[in-house]
């Protein structure tokens, strides 16, 4: 059996969806204990380190009130967001660019390739700069230039929540019903109670927070990769609109969708899709797929050479 020339640098690669997978499992044990800690130390009314198998001994602190530590914005909360964002945009940088390359230099070596790129884990590495050399807040050279993760203008403080940790997942491609394998494992994710009721009637009703756009699966479409901040996600597609079709728009940006603040899809030149009210649309979709447009909104590229 012949073997596929481009299995190493796609192992590679899912070996990193892996890892960034991982770490992000990691990051909600994290928020899980520090939540429970929280509601605990509430109820007592006083702020105490949790006890440490193979310790005899813990810190006692004063001054800080429990939510300052432990609450959603907490410092404690924080710590776990920088660590994730610290690990992914390490291993990126030191570990997995360099072993794409060099697959990609065995598989042409006078490609002439450069270390790969993505605009959102470039957009990582300027944010991740901004928390090491600037904190407590963005600057015009950090998170001011990132293209596809603008969490915060120059000037804005640095606070983290799982909406950007949702909003990366989206554009690194992660986010899916379908389990992905590579040599080091598998990852997905699922609905944890897959009650129909339930997700309707959540409490505020979610918005989207996260869009990744593309040509949609049939001709004429827009696809559309659409995060809501209670994690639920969809893939689907609309129409484009007759001005599209003509080739009255630029070709190379009508497709960079963002999100405005009430949650719809903006698209240079100013077409915009209704996307703000679509949570329902989506749950329903769930769990009628055969009345479902999917989307199949590809993953993100990469780019290889200058």
């Known amino acids: 059996m012949a073997t596929d020339p481009i299995r190493p640098i796609l192992d590679v690669h899912l070996s990193f969806q892996y890892e ?30 949790p006890n440490v198998p193979g310790l005899c001994v813990c810190p006692i602190i004063s001054g800080p009130e429990p939510n300052t530590i432990l609450g959603p914005d907490g410092r404690a909360a924080q710590l776990a967001y920088r660590g994730w964002i610290d690990h992914i945009a390490t291993i990126w940088e030191h570990i997995y660019r360099v072993r794409m390359k060099e697959e990609m230099d065995k598989l042409v070596p006078s490609g002439q390739f450069i270390l790969p790129k993505m605009a959102a884990l470039g957009d990582l590495q300027k944010i991740r700069n901004d928390f090491a050399h600037h904190y407590p807040r963005a600057t015009e050279s950090g998170a001011g230039k990132c293209i596809r993760l603008r969490w915060f203008k120059p000037g804005d403080v640095l606070v983290l929540s799982m909406t950007h940790v949702l909003d990366f997942l989206n554009h690194l491609g992660l986010l899916s019903k379908t389990p992905t394998v590579g040599s080091t494992g598998a990852y997905y994710w699922k609905i944890k109670d897959p009650d129909k009721d339930k997700l309707l009637a959540w409490d505020p009703p979610p918005k989207p927070i996260s869009v990744r756009t593309d040509e949609g699966p ?38 960079q969708g963002r999100l405005n603040q009430n949650g719809d899809t903006v698209f240079p030149g100013g077409f915009t899709l209704r996307t703000g009210g679509s949570y329902v649309a989506a749950v329903e979709a769930h769990f009628e797929p055969s009345r479902h447009r999917s989307g199949g909104v590809p993953g993100p590229s990469f780019r290889i050479a200058d």
Request: hydrophobic share 40%; aromatic share 14%.
């Open 218 to 255: 049939e001709p004429d479409t827009i696809g559309l990769f659409l995060v809501f901040d209670n994690g639920f996600f969809t893939n689907t597609f609309r129409p484009m609109p007759e001005r599209w079709k003509e080739g009255r728009d630029n070709p190379d940006s009508i497709l």
């Open 20 to 49: 960034v997978s991982e770490a992000t499992t990691m990051l909600m044990y994290q928020l899980a204990g520090i939540e429970a800690y929280h509601s605990f130390a509430t109820r007592q009314g006083k702020l105490c380190a």
